[in-house]
């Protein structure tokens, strides 16, 4: 990646959201509202997402933030300092239209070999129009990291909350996707969740959870 050339604020994909450019009339407007870029990212090969950015958004010096919704994962989101930092190296495609790829691991926190500083949602200004349709379980689940053994035991926990009737199936398929709603989450026919598919809801929802990841899911 060439060092950095900020945009001058004319050129600034933010001044141009809702109008079209005069130097290119063609040029796609870029997914940023309030400083944050979005995007949907559904490409995961069981070890991290992979994903590009355009070039224009990455050299934007008012972007202070990247949001991704992971598909089958967190919705997550990265300041761009760190992110920029990250893909210091990262080759160029189309032209040099696009940085990237790269890849992304939210469980390690990690972009590339960089660790980032990474929030995650949903947040508050999430529009659920913009992930809803994008990541229904009609789209080819992809491939999941191995789930450590704490998050079988966790979901051993929940289902023992199921069987004493604390929460139902219906009541904790739903609490799950309004926390985590790019996550695709598998229902048996019987309504009930498998224990693996559980455990893997944990360990995506854990990311995220301001407190007991099981107590939030079940309350």
Request: positive net charge.
């Amino acid at each position: 990646m060439p060092p950095i050339k900020w945009l001058e604020k004319s050129d600034s994909f933010v001044h141009h959201l809702g109008c079209s450019t005069k130097k290119n009339k063609t040029m796609p407007r870029a997914n940023i509202r309030g400083g944050i870029w979005f995007r949907n990212v559904p490409w995961a090969n069981g070890r991290y997402w992979r994903t590009d950015m355009p070039s224009t958004v990455f050299l934007d010096p008012y972007v202070r933030a990247a949001r991704y919704a992971l598909n089958d994962g967190p919705v997550i989101q990265i300041p761009m300092e760190d992110l920029r930092t990250a893909l210091s190296h990262s080759p160029e495609r189309d032209l040099g239209r696009k940085v990237g790829p790269y890849n992304i691991d939210p469980f390690a926190k990690r972009v590339e070999d960089s660790i980032v500083r990474m929030e995650f949602g949903p947040f508050s200004d999430l529009r659920r129009d913009e992930i809803d349709d994008y990541h229904r379980p009609r789209f080819a689940r992809n491939p999941r990291q191995p789930i450590p053994k704490e998050f079988y035991d966790m979901a051993d926990v929940v289902l023992e909350r199921v069987r004493s009737g604390s929460i139902s199936f219906p009541n904790l398929a739903e609490r799950i996707r309004d926390l985590n709603p790019t996550l695709n989450l598998y229902v048996s026919s019987d309504g009930s969740i498998p224990r693996s598919e559980l455990a893997y809801a944990l360990r995506v929802n854990y990311l995220r959870a301001l407190e007991s990841s099981i107590d939030e899911l079940t309350k």
